[in-house]
Structure formats: structure tokens, C-alpha cells
């Protein structure tokens, strides 16, 4: 019995003195710079994150706050239509759009009872005015019966117009 | 250590917001300026009106004129004038076509006195370079706000002052009755001074002076063949009761305007000695014009023994042959601007009584 004692004390004793050794783990200045390490790249992960997540949100709000300003200043304006024949075919439609707006526009479609004619026509300038001619093909103007016509820029910019041959 | 890094970390962070939030402010305040004077540009453009007077273009022929009032807020610029001709059948007639007429400041086709204050009336532009003529135009001013007033020529009758309950218009057309109390009388006899016609004797020849007004800014000239169509109906209760059915219709036409009273009726000349209604003025009618009818037939007709109308004279009188209601169309035949044009004219009724003047 007491040779048992001995032994089970002695192993305890063997491993009190190792767990002393043990509980000295790493020093403080090394638990510091472990710390800084790891908030050091964590916060530029964060930073680089946000740096690239602002650069996109001031790219994509930037280009929408800037077209949309342009848009918005955008007025064209139908102010005189005529109607006119080829022989005796009532096929001839004559616009004239000015810009009344503050920035210059390119007209890029205009329709005639909502049948589309792409035209390609130069830019008009603030206050010009710009004559667009349109052969109408599928339809004819009659006189008396109201025509609706819409121009549109290259903007999107709409106005939409009715008249009377 | 850390604590001071990451508080410089997060000191970072908080500027970087910041910088976003000023830089969506710049953005927002770039943008809503933008919208505040596109806005008050829009303001401005609503608030431009433009009205016309009659009889809108003044004189026919090159330069030409017309006046119009500014009844908005904000003066106004005229940027162009279109004219295009809308007659189909005057083909030759000035601004046709694909382009019509534009009138530009800047062109050798232009105008003057653009700029309208509000508030004035009767801003007299003259468009130099269009020669335009009795045919019909659609004339639409352009500002340089973008807004379009239009106005036609000739002027659309009847579409300038009112009435009341003592005069009214029973027309829609270029020639006009003032239906009032003394727009419609008669002679009979010998009389020379007309009465009311509204109640008249009953087969008597008579002379009907009907007062008439030119809504139109072209003369008219009166054709023979303008009348008076009477249609009776039976009264069954008044002075016509026991008379039976009326069926009958009564014409009478025209006749010069010499003629007093049925006893000496002058035949109407269409070629030498014409109604001719005066046109009408920036104010609207230029007086009125008393038109008498009494003949059988129309023009330098008589009649024969058929009763039908031939050449000859005197023209014979006219009369009502039933003591009953009649109810009164007028059919005037004209010319205005060479164009020959049939209006008619109804609302009117009268009632040929046996018992004239009394006539219950």
C-alpha cells in the first residue's frame, strides 16, 4: 500500500511540475503583436472592401445623377408640322422640333401614330430648330383625322405632339 | 497599440463615410439645381398664352398683318411663324406643300415685333416675305419657350361675341341673323315703314325685311335664289282651327332692295345691283344689312298660266295662304370670296291670322 501511495504522489507531483511549465504559454509582447496582426489585416480587408464598394456606388450614382442632369435639361419641342403629298399620295409628313431646352439633343426617332421612323440626324443646338421629313410607308395622314406624333432623343427624352392635317 | 490602431482604422472609416455623404450632397445639389431651373424654365413655358383677334391676318397679299394679345404671366418671344395653306382645291395658292411658308428672324421671310409684354393687347406683327390670299391658312406662332398658338384664315364666324336674351344668333355660318325683336318684319299695301312679322295677315302679299349681319371677312354677295320657305301647320285651336290640314309651302324669293311694300316690287339683279354684305372687321360684323324678299320667282321672272317661272317682269308677289302657323326657313344662297356657299336658317316661325292685327 504505502509503495502505491508513493507512486500516485509521484506522478502527481510529475504532473504539476510539467502544468507549471505549461501556464507560462507566450509572452504579452507576443500576444500584442499577434493582436496587431490580426486587426492590422482585418481592417484592410475592410478597407479595401469599402474603398472599392464607395468607388463603384460614386461610379454608378455618379453617371446617374450626371445623365439624368443632362436629360432633364432636355426640352424639344414640335412646333410646326406640315402635311404634304407625293403626286397625289397624302404620304408626306414635315416636323420641325426646336430646342428650347439647355443642352443640345440628337433627335433619334420620331413616331407617327406610334409607327416608328428612325432617322439620323445631326445634333440640334439650344434655340435651333431642326427639320425632320418622314415618307410615311404603311400609312397614310388624313385630312381631318388627328395625328399623333412623338420625338424622342437619344437621351429618351420624349414629347408627344397631336395635329390636325 | 492595437487600441491605437484600430482606433486610427476606424477614424478612417468615419472620414470615408463622410466623404461619401459630402460627395452625395455635391451630387444631390448638382442635380436638384438642375431640377429647380428646368422647373422654372417649365413654370415659365405654362405660363405663356397668346390670343388672337379677328379677323386674324388683317390684309391679304404681302407683307401682312395680325395682332395678338399676351393674357399670360410672362412675356413672350415668337420664334417662327408657319402658315400653310389648307385648301385642298386652290392648288397654286401659296404655302403648299411639305414646307408651306415659315416666317424666321433670322430669314428673308421674317417678321417683327416678337417680344410681347404680358398684359398687351393688340401687338400688331407684320410678316414680310409671304403673300397670302383669300384661301384657307392655319397660322401657328412658335415661342421660344416652345409653346404653338394657332389661329386660321379666314376667321371661323361666330366665334366672337355673345348674346343675350333679346338677341341671339340663329346661325352657324358666315352670314348671320340677330334674331331680335326687329330683325324680322313686313310690309303690306302701301305701307313704306315696316312692322313686326311675327303675326301677319293672311293671303295678303307682303314684303319680308329680314335684317341679316357678314360673321365672314370676305364680302357676300346674295344669289336669286335666296328665300324664304314657309311651311304651315294646322292650328287646331287658334285662328286656323276648322281649316283642316295645311299643306301648304310657301317661296319667296328675293327681291332689290328699292322694293317698299308688294306694290311695286323691283326683280332682284344679282349681276348689277346685289346684296352685298360688307366683310366683317377686327370687331366683328361691319353693320347689319336689311334683305327683302317678296317674289314668286326668283330674280327677273314671271310666271305662266302653269304657274311655273319664265323669263319676264314683273316679278309677281308672294303671300301666305292659310290662317295658321308657319314655320319660317330661311335658305341664303351667296358668294364669298367666289365660292358659292347654301346656308340655311331656321328657328323662326310666325302666324298668319284672319283676325290680323288681332291676333290671339
Redesign the interface.
Known amino acids: 500500500m504505502a509503495m502505491r501511495k508513493i507512486g500516485i504522489l509521484g506522478w502527481a507531483e510529475t504532473r504539476a511540475r510539467r502544468n507549471h511549465r505549461s501556464r507560462k504559454a507566450i509572452s504579452t509582447i507576443m500576444a500584442n503583436l499577434t493582436m496587431l496582426v490580426i486587426v492590422v489585416s482585418l481592417s484592410s480587408l475592410l478597407f479595401v472592401w469599402s474603398i472599392s464598394s464607395f468607388g463603384a456606388y460614386t461610379g454608378g450614382a455618379g453617371y446617374w445623377f450626371s445623365s439624368r442632369s443632362i436629360a432633364n435639361q432636355e426640352r424639344p419641342s414640335v412646333e410646326g408640322v406640315f402635311f404634304s403629298k407625293t403626286g397625289s399620295t397624302n404620304n408626306v409628313v414635315t416636323v420641325f422640333v426646336r430646342n428650347v431646352g439647355a443642352v443640345p439633343f440628337t433627335v433619334a426617332s420620331v413616331y407617327l401614330n406610334s409607327t416608328l421612323y428612325n432617322i439620323v440626324l445631326p445634333q440640334v443646338g439650344v434655340s435651333q430648330v431642326q427639320q425632320v421629313q418622314l415618307t410615311l410607308s404603311g400609312q397614310l395622314w388624313v385630312k381631318g383625322d388627328l395625328q399623333t406624333i412623338t420625338v424622342a432623343t437619344l437621351r429618351g427624352t420624349t414629347t408627344q405632339t397631336t395635329w390636325v392635317p | ?2 487600441t491605437i ?2 482606433a486610427l ?1 476606424f477614424v ?2 468615419i472620414l ?1 463615410g463622410f ?2 455623404m459630402l ?2 450632397f455635391a ?2 445639389d ?2 436638384n439645381r ?2 429647380t ?2 422647373g422654372l ?1 417649365d413654370q415659365q ?1 405654362s405660363a405663356e398664352a397668346l390670343t388672337f383677334n379677328p379677323p386674324g391676318i388683317m390684309n391679304t397679299g404681302s407683307p401682312f398683318n395680325f395682332t395678338v394679345n399676351n393674357i399670360g404671366g410672362v412675356t413672350s418671344t415668337i ?2 411663324i ?1 402658315v ?1 395653306n389648307l385648301a ?1 382645291l386652290n392648288v397654286g395658292s401659296p404655302c ?5 411658308c ?1 416666317a424666321d428672324p433670322n430669314g428673308s421671310t421674317t417678321f417683327n415685333n416678337p417680344n410681347i409684354k404680358n398684359g398687351e393687347s393688340f401687338h400688331l406683327v407684320k410678316v414680310t416675305g409671304i403673300a397670302i390670299d383669300n384661301s384657307g391658312y392655319r397660322i ?1 406662332v ?1 415661342t ?5 398658338f394657332s389661329f386660321y384664315f379666314p376667321w371661323p364666324s361666330n366665334l366672337g361675341g355673345g348674346s343675350n336674351s333679346n338677341s341671339t344668333n340663329t346661325a352657324h355660318g358666315a352670314l348671320d341673323v340677330k334674331f331680335d325683336l326687329n330683325s324680322f318684319n313686313f310690309t303690306r299695301g302701301t305701307q313704306t315703314v315696316p312692322q313686326q312679322g311675327w303675326t301677319v295677315p293672311y293671303s295678303t302679299n307682303v314684303i319680308w325685311w329680314v335684317k341679316v349681319v357678314n360673321n365672314a371677312v370676305n364680302p357676300i354677295v346674295l344669289s336669286k335664289y335666296t328665300s324664304l320657305y314657309f311651311v304651315c301647320y294646322q292650328d287646331r285651336f287658334g285662328a286656323g282651327a276648322g281649316t283642316g290640314t295645311c299643306t301648304e309651302t310657301d317661296l319667296t324669293y328675293v327681291v332689290d332692295n328699292r322694293t317698299m311694300n308688294p306694290g311695286t316690287i323691283y326683280q332682284y339683279d344679282e349681276v348689277n345691283r346685289p346684296y352685298t354684305l360688307p366683310a366683317a372687321g377686327p370687331n366683328g360684323p361691319t353693320g347689319s344689312t336689311t334683305v327683302k324678299f317678296g317674289s314668286f320667282c326668283p330674280g327677273q321672272q314671271t310666271f305662266d298660266s302653269n304657274g311655273n317661272c319664265v323669263n319676264g317682269s314683273p316679278s309677281p308677289p308672294q303671300d301666305v295662304d292659310f290662317p295658321t302657323p308657319y314655320l319660317v326657313f330661311m335658305g341664303f344662297f351667296y358668294k364669298v370670296n367666289g365660292v358659292i356657299v347654301g346656308q340655311t336658317i331656321s328657328f323662326v316661325a310666325i302666324r298668319a291670322c284672319a283676325t290680323y292685327p288681332s291676333c290671339p
Open positions: 497599440m492595437s490602431f484600430g482604422f478612417i472609416l470615408m466623404n461619401l460627395w452625395n451630387q444631390f448638382a442635380y438642375v431640377i431651373t428646368m424654365s413655358r420664334a417662327r408657319y400653310q385642298p403648299q406643300g411639305a414646307t408651306g415659315i401657328i412658335a421660344t419657350r416652345g409653346n404653338q
